[in-house]
């Protein structure tokens, strides 16, 4: 199967430039300048007259539920808001029912992500047997399914552990993703260990100055760690709504829009947190945001004149290069995983219209640019705007 996009502009992490792409057998077949002549035969063609063609996203940060959490999300479901959303390739959180601390689980669910057909998976695995403080997973059968390894959802608090994790991801080669309350006090601590144990850390969805200010101290020390911001921490501030971190003040949020600009804010995670709607009126803390990121991410580089390549660099090129796959760039010979995005577009936030099985998000009638209008996994069309609102 071939297709040609065509009369599209292309934005990634390497620049923009205007022309078409062909594909072939799931990959990036050819790049072609704006007045090439296309020599091969194709079988279908998009015409992307207005739009703008990127890099499927990568969402380094999930929870699908799936297993054992069926009513707030399945993979099914999950994975249809995602690709909504145009993320393509999913770093799905181990705060499933099994946890997914052993290889029998993990397998499955990756399993079951190749028969559904949807979305890459990338399964996170525990660092720890059940969340728990004492014993460490069996890193020799469950790494060969995974290089991504994380307690998310439970901080990992004892010390003696978190140096054992981080020595295990350079003994084995994974990428240890922390989640971290008390946030700062945390992020201190860990960086402390990173520089005295070594490892490979990458320090999810934080929300304050304070945190920003730690890493980046710790990467001008070039020790190997990264961090993420979710769309929500930078798009609002002091919400009365809970969310694991809180929404912060506003200099806090300033802080990290100025982080991403001076890059060490390194990537995006959506921390897409479905919650049914009697344990979000108990008080469970998360938020719905497959299917609004791309647009609150956009909308909040427009407003403060941040490039959209700098945006593909972070929800696509620099997730890759964490991850060690090959994608996040339009570039030939690797995946087809694309995404064509309507930059002119405006419109209201309208949760009820979520293909998700949850609908837990308070930015209902917000106004935001930029909507997914086409994803593509592996050069199949699996997603095709209808017209309907966010």
Not at 285 to 307: K, L
Request: charged share 30%; hydrophobic share 40%; aromatic share 6%.
């Amino acid at each position: 199967m071939k297709t040609l996009i065509k009369n599209v502009e292309m934005v990634d992490a390497e620049g923009r430039r205007y022309g078409k792409v062909l594909i072939e057998d799931g990959k990036i077949k050819k790049v072609y300048k704006e007045k090439g002549n296309v020599k091969s035969e194709y079988d279908q063609e998009i015409d992307g007259q207005g739009l703008v063609l990127m890099p499927g996203f990568i969402d380094m940060h999930c929870h699908l539920r799936d297993p054992g959490y069926e009513y707030k999300e399945t993979m099914e479901t999950g994975m249809a808001a995602a690709l909504k959303g145009g993320f393509t390739t999913l770093v799905a959180m181990a705060n499933t029912k099994p946890i997914m601390d052993d290889a029998v689980v993990i397998k499955a669910n990756l399993d079951k992500a190749i028969v559904l057909n949807q979305c890459n998976l990338i399964q996170v695995a525990a660092l720890t047997k059940d969340f728990g403080d004492s014993e460490l997973v069996d890193f020799k059968t469950i790494r060969p399914l995974t290089n991504v390894f994380s307690n998310d959802g439970v901080s990992i608090l004892n010390s003696e552990i978190m140096v054992k994790g981080l020595e295990a991801s350079s003994e084995h080669d994974f990428l240890l993703l922390t989640h971290c309350q008390p946030e700062t006090a945390l992020v201190k601590r860990d960086v402390e260990l990173l520089a005295e144990n070594g490892g490979h850390l990458h320090v999810c969805h934080i929300s304050k100055k304070d945190t920003l200010d730690l890493i980046r101290a710790a990467k001008e020390k070039g020790l190997d760690i990264t961090c993420e911001v979710t769309p929500h921490h930078i798009f609002a501030s002091a919400m009365d709504y809970k969310v694991n971190p809180s929404f912060r003040t506003y200099p806090d949020r300033r802080a990290l829009i100025e982080g991403i600009k001076d890059g060490i804010v390194d990537m995006c995670g959506t921390d897409h947190a479905p919650h049914s709607e009697e344990d979000k009126l108990k008080g469970a803390p998360g938020i719905n945001n497959f299917e609004m990121a791309f647009a609150m991410y956009y909308t909040v580089f427009d407003q403060n004149s941040i490039s959209l390549e700098k945006l593909s660099e972070m929800l696509s090129d620099a997730p890759a290069k964490r991850l060690g796959i090959k994608a996040g760039l339009i570039k030939e010979r690797y995946p087809a995983d694309l995404v064509l995005v309507d930059l002119n577009w405006e419109g209201k936030i309208n949760p009820k219209e979520f293909v998700s099985k949850s609908k837990n998000n308070p930015f209902g009638g917000e106004t935001l640019k930029g909507k997914v209008m086409m994803t593509m996994v592996k050069g199949e069309l699996k997603y095709d705007d209808n017209g309907s609102t966010l």
